[in-house]
């Protein structure tokens, strides 16, 4: 939910009709009892406080988690408050313990002409429409302060629109309190084993497909991949595979995002294996060291070698929160973890046009990594809306796929013609029969069992 929330957030102005309609949609189709409070639903209300009490846990644990949470849930109840009808909202204010007083009709007819010269916007037809309420002085510092409110007899008349700016602010103060709070009684609670495992990936988890089955196992060529890293890979993976192609190296962080997704794409382990050793011996690799160091390692990541574990490749949100990438490394998601002017020259280098660039950059300042890379999607495919919500680099791919072939599944023979920056590692399609097998493993299962096979730069 938190999700879409910040996906419409950025796509649309907060108060206006459209944004409301979508998130209404959206809601909807989540299933998400957004108008508990109104029907009295006191199953879906229940859900609803648990869901946000476990999130307040796992989003405690960072300034950027708690930042980030904060945003959509004020957000949220921005939304969810103004979808209230009067009654309705006089009771929630009751219940949170701001019970501004609704100025009557009475009393409003009377102060009319005050309301309307003191009430920035406010005509009198307006003044008549909207509800007004009387606000102690101490909430209302900020609309005061702006000369923005009619003062009278130590109370500050406040028409409905203003009203919410206060309780999203009380909100706001509470919350940010709370989560404080929190994470300072958080290694109490990590102490439990029913909710440390929870606790330590529900800020990174990942529930869409996991993209270790792809039924284009086995249907690309190691020759398409340079043309297919400027069409269809996401930034993280093109800079991936360009650093490897430069430096014929990558380390064990880089090897473990851009293998894992190449093995989602589709490449067979008889060509991983073939791309990577081309690759490597090309550098300060030779042939035996690869065999040796390396080879071993990719067929563990194939689920060949050790636990046997068909590990699957990594979530945006796993990028964006583990692991960051220090000096020397390439993995890692550029949108969180390039500086703004690295970032900038990257997307100069991808040809993303000087308003797109800007664009993107703001989305990074208000830390939407995932959303900047929808705008980059959209960029680079000349597409006016992505139609999807980005949460996998394999997503992106398959879908920037599906978009350039219309609809079509992979095309075995793309033309590699063009991009193609190392003509010498060419070679025929590999259908082999090590294809991954059937697995329900998440993208976390067992990875630190992986990892520790992958310590050699
Ligand atoms: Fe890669 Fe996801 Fe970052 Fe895009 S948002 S660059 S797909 S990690």
């Known amino acids: 939910v938190l999700k879409v929330v910040e ?3 950025v796509s649309y102005v907060r108060s206006s009709d459209m944004y409301k309609t979508k998130l209404q949609s959206e809601l909807r189709k989540l299933k998400f009892p957004y108008r508990a409070l109104a029907e009295d639903d006191y199953e879906a209300r229940r859900k609803d406080h648990i869901s946000h009490f476990i999130l307040r846990l796992a989003y405690c644990q960072s300034e950027d988690l708690r930042r980030w949470f904060l945003q959509q849930e004020m957000d949220l109840l921005r939304y969810r408050f103004n979808e209230l009808t009067a009654s309705l909202r006089q ?3 009751e219940h949170v313990n701001l019970s501004f007083e609704a100025v009557s009709e009475d009393l409003k007819n009377e102060l009319a002409n005050e309301l309307c010269s003191s009430t920035p916007g406010f005509s009198m037809i307006k003044v008549r429409e909207q509800m007004f309420y009387k606000v102690g002085l101490a909430d209302a510092v900020d609309l005061f302060r702006a000369r923005r409110v009619f003062i009278k007899d130590g109370f500050a008349y406040v028409p409905l629109k203003d009203i919410d700016a206060i309780v999203l602010n009380n909100y706001r103060t509470k919350l940010s309190k709370a989560l404080a709070l929190t994470a300072r009684s958080l290694p109490s609670i ?12 529900l800020s990174h988890s990942y529930v869409g497909p996991d993209y270790s089955v792809q039924k284009n196992t086995g249907k690309i060529s190691l020759e398409q991949i340079d043309a297919l890293s400027v069409k269809s890979f996401p930034l993280c993976m093109r800079q991936l595979h360009k650093a490897l192609r430069d430096n014929h190296h990558l380390r ?7 293998g894992l997704f190449l093995k989602g794409i589709g490449l067979t382990l008889e060509q991983a294996l073939e791309f990577w050793k081309k690759e490597f011996i090309r550098g300060k690799v030779d042939a035996d060291k690869f065999d040796k160091g390396y080879a071993y390692s990719i067929r563990h990541n194939y689920g060949k070698e050790g636990k ?3 590990y699957t490749p990594y979530s945006c949100m796993k990028i964006i929160m583990s692991n ?3 000096q020397g490394d390439y993995h890692g998601c550029p949108f969180r973890h390039s500086d703004p002017d690295l970032l900038k ?3 100069q280098a991808c040809k993303v046009p000087p308003s797109g660039i800007t664009q993107i950059l703001e989305l990074v300042k208000g830390m939407h990594y995932q959303l900047a890379c929808q705008k980059y999607f959209e960029l680079t495919h000349d597409v006016d809306d ?3 919500s980005l949460n996998h680099p394999n997503q992106y791919f398959t879908e920037s796929q599906r978009l350039l072939n219309g609809g079509r599944e992979l095309k075995k023979e793309l033309s590699s013609s063009g991009n193609s920056q190392q003509k010498s590692n060419s070679q025929e399609s590999m259908n082999s029969n090590s294809t991954p097998t059937s697995s329900n493993t998440t993208a976390d299962v067992g990875l630190e069992g992986l990892e520790a096979y992958f310590t050699e730069d």
Do not use: A, V
Request: aromatic letters at 8%; proline letters at 8%; hydrophobic letters at 25%.
């Open 7 to 9: 996906n419409l957030g």
């Open 91 to 93: 009771k929630f204010l």
């Open 190 to 201: 990590q102490s439990d084993e029913r909710l440390q495992p929870l606790l330590n990936h």
């Open 252 to 258: 064990h962080g880089g090897r473990m995002q851009y």
């Open 308 to 310: 046997r574990t068909d």
């Open 324 to 326: 960051p990438p220090s």
């Open 345 to 347: 020259q990257k997307l």
């Open 386 to 388: 992505i139609g999807f």
